[in-house]
């Protein structure tokens, strides 16, 4: 199975603030990889697809990079709204798997 | 609008079985793969089982393999996990999800929650 490794696992950070999470894939995936956000109470919502292309809806802020074992997610200006878990996840190869997940709280 | 909602859980007793159903509307059901994604507190979001549009492919997870049967019925849009000899570890938040061509997962329902515990 292809392990998915996010970093970090919990950040704080404030309105305004750029944002960065990383993705490590054990093995190459090309650009297999989604990132989701979920909310408390919530199902999660699809953010990228692709590696960088932002799915319908989902704020220009958000921008996804990397292909291979490493990627990103970069979130330009944190907003209110973006305070919740990210996570990846890879559908290159069955089993498809997610990343652990990011908590972004405020600081 | 794109719904999918679960339902069919509840609390279980080791070794027993459960049925989780999916009702999907606002889309044509029997165009999309469909997929069960669980998230539990040992080991967050995990894929369960994929089963395409036509019925004729289907995927499991190994921790659910044997045990887990996944279905549809396209004249009811509707998605099904047959849950057999269910453990501790199966407990959790059961996910209905769709993929389109283009982005796997891309709607989700609110999820449904197994319990299992004696």
């Known amino acids: 199975d292809i392990q998915m490794t996010q970093s970090p696992s919990s950040l704080s950070a404030s309105v305004g603030d750029r944002v960065t999470i990383t993705c490590r894939a054990s093995?190459?995936?090309?650009?297999?990889l989604l990132w989701f956000q979920q909310k408390p109470g919530k199902a999660p919502k699809p953010l990228i697809y692709a590696a960088s292309r932002l799915q319908s809806g989902v704020p220009s802020r958000f921008s996804g990079s990397g292909s291979g074992t490493e990627f990103t997610l970069t979130i330009s200006s944190l907003q209110p709204e973006d305070f919740a878990t990210y996570f990846c996840h890879q559908h290159k190869s069955y089993p498809p798997t997610f990343g652990g997940g990011t908590k972004v709280d405020i600081k | 609008e794109v719904q999918l909602v679960e339902s069919g859980g509840g609390l279980v007793q080791p070794g027993g079985s459960l049925r989780l159903s999916c009702a999907a509307s606002g889309f044509i059901f029997s165009n999309y793969n469909m997929n069960w994604v669980r998230q539990t507190p040992g080991k967050g979001l995990e894929w369960v089982a994929h089963?395409?549009?036509?019925?004729?492919?289907?995927y499991y997870a190994d921790s659910v393999k044997g045990r887990f049967t996944i279905s549809r019925d396209n004249a009811e849009n509707s998605l099904h996990l047959q849950m057999n000899s269910l453990r501790h570890d199966d407990t959790g938040l059961y996910y209905c999800?769709?993929?389109?061509?283009?982005?796997?997962?891309?709607?989700w329902g609110q999820g449904t929650l197994v319990t299992v515990s004696s």
């Open positions: 999800t769709r993929d389109s061509s283009a982005v796997p997962r891309d709607y």
């Open positions: 093995q190459g995936i090309n650009t297999y």
């Open positions: 089963i395409s549009s036509s019925g004729t492919s289907i």
